[in-house]
């Protein structure tokens, strides 16, 4: 008799993580934390999203520097502390999972958002050709992001203590079940991973081994201080996100799932393709199949999550390849019971764009669900 194969509703182990299904939320700013503050609407979304079998909050700044939009929460003070202690609280009353995703935007931010108008930091002084998006007379307003200046070397040590501080309190004083390193979309990881925006001649920059140390270093710091079990890495190997460019992702992937492999992670999780666009890019081919039988056979456990334009039957036919759990980002905008939409094959609310960042209840909080 063949073995019961699981389903995408049936309990899985991330770690030390105890998964409810295999149903993520993707992290997903909303921009609705003024003063980067974690507010009770965000514990009402969060709470409203809760079956999902694991819920990863938004990208939150682990420090002023690592901020790039506008109303973003933080982990860098005692108030955003208490805000997500609120959130997580609720969060676990209605027996939900839920990780941090730890944000260091690295050049794609404004000096606006800086300490005294500082210019943002980056691997090097090249501008991201992207904008982000800062508060104009009460709009949201797309703005090009500033000119950045190249991170000296005697600088990284203390981003990789702020990447681990705030983990640290987000796990021990916030209540959260573990931490996201995001290390996709074109931010401060990524743009030292990828060749296209680190130019150092250093040694975190140049060959694949120089370009990787940045993130690993992050992740070994974080998983030390919370535990691998509580740590899991979201990546995007081609994404144009945010001007991201890998003249040769393959090998650099490999390279990462090999040393990763040895630091029994939550899980790892990859956005396949062009984050919320294509899956595929005829530019820039990438054959995750290999990404991660490289991560397993080098010993890598834990879980792997894959994100990108899924339905129910792309995730099962991820799930019947080896995939263990699927983030879903815009259908949890809209659909707070997507789990539950999912298992009864719908219907699906679809969201309102004009409300997906900055604003109050209203595409937030008022997406209905279905009746029980
Ligand atoms: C409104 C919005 C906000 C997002 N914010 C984040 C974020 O904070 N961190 C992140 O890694 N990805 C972010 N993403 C990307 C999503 O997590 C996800 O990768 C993308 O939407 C593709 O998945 P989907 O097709 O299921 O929506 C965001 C996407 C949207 C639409």
């Known amino acids: 008799m063949s073995r019961q194969e699981p389903t995408l509703f049936d309990p899985v182990q991330a770690g030390e993580l105890r998964l409810r299904n295999r149903v993520v939320m993707a992290p997903l700013t909303r921009n609705r934390a003024p003063d980067a503050i974690p507010t009770a609407l965000m514990a009402q979304y969060y709470t409203q999203r809760a079956s999902a079998g694991l819920l990863i909050s938004e990208?939150?700044?682990?420090?002023?520097?690592?901020?790039?939009?506008?109303?973003?929460?933080?982990?860098?003070?005692?108030?955003?502390?208490?805000?997500?202690?609120?959130?997580?609280?609720?969060?676990?009353?209605?027996?939900?999972?839920?990780?941090?995703?730890?944000?260091?935007?690295?050049?794609?931010?404004?000096t606006e958002l800086q300490v005294n108008g500082d210019a943002?930091?980056?691997?090097?002084?090249?501008?991201?050709?992207?904008?982000?998006?800062?508060?104009?007379?009460?709009?949201?307003?797309?703005?090009?992001?500033?000119?950045p200046r190249a991170l000296r070397a005697n600088?990284?040590?203390?981003?990789?203590?702020?990447?681990?501080?705030?983990?640290?309190?987000?796990?021990?004083?916030?209540?959260?079940?573990?931490?996201?390193?995001?290390?996709?979309?074109?931010?401060?990881?990524?743009?030292?991973?990828k060749s296209g925006s680190n130019s150092r001649t250093d040694d975190y920059g140049g060959s694949i081994?120089?370009?990787?140390?940045?993130?690993?270093?992050?992740?070994?710091?974080?998983?030390?201080?919370?535990?691998?079990?509580?740590?899991?890495?979201?990546?995007?190997?081609?994404?144009?996100?945010?001007?991201?460019?890998d003249a040769d992702p393959?090998?650099?992937?490999?390279?990462l799932m090999r040393e990763l492999a040895t630091l029994h992670l939550a899980y790892v999780h990859v956005i396949e393709g062009a984050t919320g666009g294509p899956r595929v890019l005829p530019d820039r081919p990438f054959d995750y199949v290999a990404m991660a039988a490289t991560y397993r056979r080098a010993g890598g456990k834990g879980a792997w999550m894959v994100n990108n334009g899924l339905d129910k039957a792309l995730a099962e036919r991820?799930?019947?390849?080896?995939?263990?759990?699927?983030a879903f980002?815009?259908?949890?905008?809209?659909?707070?019971?997507?789990?539950?939409?999912?298992?009864?094959?719908?219907?699906?609310n679809t969201g309102d764009r004009d409300t997906y960042y900055g604003g109050g209840a209203k595409g937030y909080t008022d997406y209905p669900t279905l009746p029980r």
Do not use: C
């Open 59 to 110: 990208a939150t700044a682990i420090s002023q520097q690592g901020q790039g939009y506008f109303d973003v929460p933080g982990l860098y003070g005692t108030e955003q502390l208490d805000g997500w202690k609120t959130i997580t609280r609720d969060v676990h009353a209605a027996g939900g999972t839920m990780v941090v995703q730890l944000w260091h935007v690295g050049r794609v931010s404004h």
């Open 209 to 245: 081994e120089n370009r990787a140390r940045l993130m690993l270093e992050v992740v070994r710091a974080v998983s030390g201080a919370v535990g691998g079990g509580r740590t899991g890495i979201r990546l995007s190997p081609v994404t144009p996100a945010n001007d991201a460019f």
């Open 155 to 193: 600088e990284l040590p203390g981003i990789v203590h702020a990447y681990q501080t705030a983990a640290r309190n987000a796990v021990e004083t916030a209540g959260f079940d573990g931490v996201e390193i995001h290390g996709a979309n074109g931010y401060l990881l990524d743009q030292f991973l």
């Open 329 to 348: 980002g815009r259908p949890y905008i809209a659909n707070p019971d997507l789990v539950e939409r999912l298992q009864r094959g719908g219907p699906f």
């Open 250 to 255: 393959q090998p650099l992937f490999a390279y």
């Open 120 to 147: 943002p930091v980056a691997p090097s002084a090249i501008t991201a050709k992207t904008r982000t998006v800062l508060m104009r007379d009460g709009v949201p307003t797309f703005v090009e992001t500033s000119a």
């Open 318 to 326: 991820e799930l019947a390849a080896g995939a263990d759990l699927f």
